[in-house]
């Protein structure tokens, strides 16, 4: 879904593990649909639900006590194949935003084409902000994407994150890399238009 991205705040879910891989966050069992529909049932598939499909209970997305639209991971999120699939699987889910202190880059970009932003933090902030959630899971953190900032509203702690200007702009405007082009289209045409005119002569 298109969803124009401006601040968000919410409370956390978090998964302190490092190297979660795209196997795990979607396992290959699932990517024989080429529909997105339906991918969030199966995030985290296999630390989710045992062997005969039952929640298992102690897993993060199982505990009532954690909620809201961000993820909050350990360093290198996304390693791993380079399925989209896993990204439309967290987007489906309902997450907005994951927070780690690194993630893969193939992965990192999926998210941004599915709406998803990565937020990357420094180690210490992500080791401070898991501290906050599991004192208390009610913390909220702010996402600013116009400032590029986020912030744990429990305590004030706060960085800055970078993002491609590019789909930063998207992401504010509901708009995929289609959606964009359609947006400038007249200043495409005009550009091809001039430059045609000037090889011509």
């Not at 489906?92 to 084409?113: C, P, T």
Request: glycine share 6%; with cysteine; proline share 4%.
């Amino acid at each position: 879904m298109k969803r124009k991205f401006n601040v968000i705040e919410s409370t956390c879910v978090p998964i302190p593990l490092e190297n979660i891989d795209t196997d795990q966050i979607i396992p290959a069992r699932f990517l024989k649909a080429t529909d997105k529909e339906g991918f969030g049932d199966n995030l985290f598939a296999d630390w989710r639900y045992d062997k005969n499909g039952k929640p298992i209970h102690s897993f993060v997305l199982n505990d009532p006590k954690y909620s809201g639209s961000v993820l909050v991971a350990g360093k290198n999120f996304g390693c791993g194949s380079s399925r989209e699939h896993a990204a439309w699987a967290i987007a489906g889910y309902g997450f907005r935003v994951v927070i780690s202190s690194f993630f893969a880059d193939i992965h990192k970009n999926n998210e941004l084409n599915n709406f998803v932003l990565p937020v990357v933090v420094s180690d210490d902030f992500l080791r401070r902000l898991f501290a906050s959630i599991a004192e208390n899971p009610d913390t909220v953190v702010r996402v600013d994407l116009p400032n590029q900032t986020v912030t744990n509203t429990a305590n004030g702690d706060q960085e800055t994150f970078e993002i491609n200007s590019f789909k930063k702009h998207c992401l504010m405007n509901g708009l995929d890399d289609i959606d964009y082009l359609v947006e400038n289209k007249d200043k495409i045409e005009s550009w091809e238009e001039n430059n045609t005119l000037a090889f011509a002569l």
